[in-house]
């Protein structure tokens, strides 16, 4: 039944003949959805219909609707999400917010396992706002126990880029909220991979990415969410026109709506957000709770074939699936050449330094079968040494 539906799912990508996908967490297929709608926004809305395209085309209410279809996927209720900007500006606009918030406290916790661009978006914050706050970076296994009274935002990716660990959400925002901590979750690597429940856990603001599990294609608007209880409470530091209560009244001065709109600044990239839009139709009428059965067999078939195969690498995520988001990763020293071989060999996944070789698991177009073969290319990759080629060594800018 489960198969099935993914048979269907995976008719819905363009993916070029012979490549095993294995990055749909750094950046989604392409939905054959997204491509007819571009053509269709470029051509009609744009091409024909011109400035009328904002109302005749819906363009005006699309990072709502986008944020609609967004916020079934994470258990957000209806008018908590919103698409806008990119990660990283969200977290500063949510990190902002929720230190005016919090009012005297001062600690921002987060751990190693953060991606870095949140770090240094807190860092950034500290510096601009100039109110004496510090971030305090703990090891991910260390978290729960540092939550206390003088902590005022709890800011946490749920799954680890690298290794694939995944935090207890609904345990740890429990454990904020016990002591007046707000939360921030980072969903980057969870929306689109697993069921997240945000409202269940109460999270406070969430953010995250739509050019990954969400397919929404390369610099994807990225999305907010805010608990309803706080929208109206918050001070938005991105104080944009259309963020204001009446945009097109022009008033001099800043009013924020009274809805997450506040969240937006200003005008949104309509051509990605169309893409986004319409990437997010092949989630219709697919529950979580099966892409997360599939993901996890899928994950299990990889992690035992490989550590059959290849007995030099080392796993690097964690053993109990319960643990793990939707990646599987492995560690060796010649990690970069290996993924280089295995790219030459049609199998993507990417390399995260030192050492990290990382494989997304995507049930809407990653079968079991192709786990199993990109176990055996791997194979034949570290048992015929074809990492040590030059050509395999050679770094581009991107990894
Ligand atoms: C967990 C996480 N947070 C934030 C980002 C930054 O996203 P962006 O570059 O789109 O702002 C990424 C990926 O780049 C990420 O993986
Ligand atoms: N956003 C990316 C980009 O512009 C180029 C290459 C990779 C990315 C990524 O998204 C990286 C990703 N956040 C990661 O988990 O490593």
Redesign the pocket.
Known sequence: MTASIFDKTRTLFDLPEGVIYLDGN?LGALPRAARERVAREVNHSWGHELIRAWNTCGWIDLPAEVGRKIGRLIGAPEGSVIAAD??????FKALTAALRLAGERKVILSDTG??P??LYIAEGVIETMGQGHRLKVVAPDDVEAAIGDDVAVLML?E?D?ATGRKHDMKALTAKARAHGVLTIW?L??SAGAFPVDLHGAGADFA???G??YLNGGP?AP?FIYVRPELQEKITPSLSGWLGHDAPFQFELGYRPAGSIDRMRAGTPPVLSMAALDAALSVWDGIEMADVRARSIELCEIFIREVEARCPTLTLASPRNPEQRGSQVSFRHEQGFAIMQALIAHLVIGDFRAPNIIRFGFTPLYVTPADAVKAAEVLERVMKERLYEKPEYQKKGKVT
Do not use: M
């Open positions: 750094s990119s990660t990283s500006i969200n977290l953060n991606f661009s949140d990716t799954v880029y980072d980057a690597h953010i995250g990415c050019y990954k610099g990225a």
